[in-house]
């Protein structure tokens, strides 16, 4: 049985998602970013639950949800670099990871046993709701099966997870599209670990030059594995025509069968881009190919996405 899908906006149904989720339930909430898969973060065994609902690896360590940095301060060490950033930033599309605290409440399977933790303030304000009701940290990795396109709209993630979970908070399609942009903050020079939602420039204002990550096989946030949010069919980028077998994922000028933005705009190209990628997937094509998108802006993280998507999906390193 499908879990039932209810609106985000009835306080009753939020009452009813933290009574579900205090048992060790899983609920799907709304965020601005995409829709994430909700469970206790100190609850050790709904956590696996919802790794084995996703089918996701445990080594891939989970973002906690928070409803600000009141909450975030109870979980991590807080310099003043994370400090400035949540004042410009959160609640929105960025994630912090930062040394977590020896007594943060937690399960160890939560975050991969590492000694550090990647914490989001979310926008949307279905998430905030559920998060203060809850009140405490909740982990909430993209609502769909690991490795898979992530979902947008509330009817995404019944396709994907809806006999896996107890229920569906439905906010409406998620206005950014994107998951969110991941900055290590762990005593060095601040690092990128995942473009998303909240483009670089905006962030280097505050931190100056953002260091790349290093050659490390460790996972310390989500979405760093080389093959992610894949469709069913192959990928080809960079693509100006659509090949034998294929169907054209297009961009500005050079259209297909459908076009992420006729206007070049990368905001509405990251808004629609894994929407598009499940409806050109569900026709059955051999391949998508993928127009060119300048890789600027939100286009790095639009890029990000679909290299992960185009990689070989058995390679999980």
């Known amino acids: 049985m499908s879990a039932p899908v209810k609106p985000a906006n009835d306080p009753a149904v939020i009452d009813e998602a933290v009574a579900l989720l205090k048992a060790g339930g899983l609920v799907a909430m709304p965020t601005e970013t995409v829709y994430g898969l909700a469970a206790d973060a100190g609850n050790a065994d709904a956590v696996a639950r919802l790794y084995a609902a996703k089918g996701r690896p445990r080594f891939n360590p989970l973002i906690a949800h928070v409803a600000g940095p009141s909450m975030a301060w109870r979980l991590a060490g807080w310099p003043d670099l994370a400090e400035q950033l949540a004042e410009a930033f959160w609640p929105g599309p960025l994630t912090l990871v930062l040394p977590k605290r020896p007594d943060a409440p937690i399960a160890d399977i939560a975050n991969a046993g590492l000694d550090s933790i990647a914490l989001r303030a979310p926008r949307h304000t279905a998430a905030q709701s559920l998060i203060r009701a809850f009140d405490g940290p909740l982990v909430a990795p993209s609502a769909n099966p690991s490795g898979g396109i992530s979902p947008t709209t509330a009817q995404h993630v019944a396709d994907g997870l809806g006999d896996r979970i107890d229920l569906i908070l439905d906010g409406g399609a998620c206005p950014v599209g994107l998951e969110s942009t991941v900055i290590a903050l762990l005593g060095g020079l601040p690092t990128l670990l995942r473009p998303g939602g909240l483009p670089r420039r905006q962030i280097e204002a505050i931190t100056g030059r953002l260091e790349e990550p290093g050659s490390s096989e460790t996972l310390l ?28 994922l297009g961009f500005g000028a050079i259209d297909g069968d459908l076009n992420l933005s006729a206007a070049g705009d990368l905001a509405e190209a990251a808004t629609g881009l894994f929407a598009a990628l499940r409806a050109l997937d569900a026709r059955g094509a051999a391949r998508i190919a993928v127009a060119p998108i300048p890789n600027e802006g939100l286009g790095e993280a639009i890029n990000d996405r679909l290299q992960r998507a185009a990689a070989p999906k058995d390679d999980l390193t």
């Open 221 to 248: 946030a989500p979405g760093m594995m080389k093959s992610h949010y894949a469709p069913n069919a192959a990928m080809r980028l960079n693509a100006e025509t659509a090949e034998a077998g294929e169907v054209l």
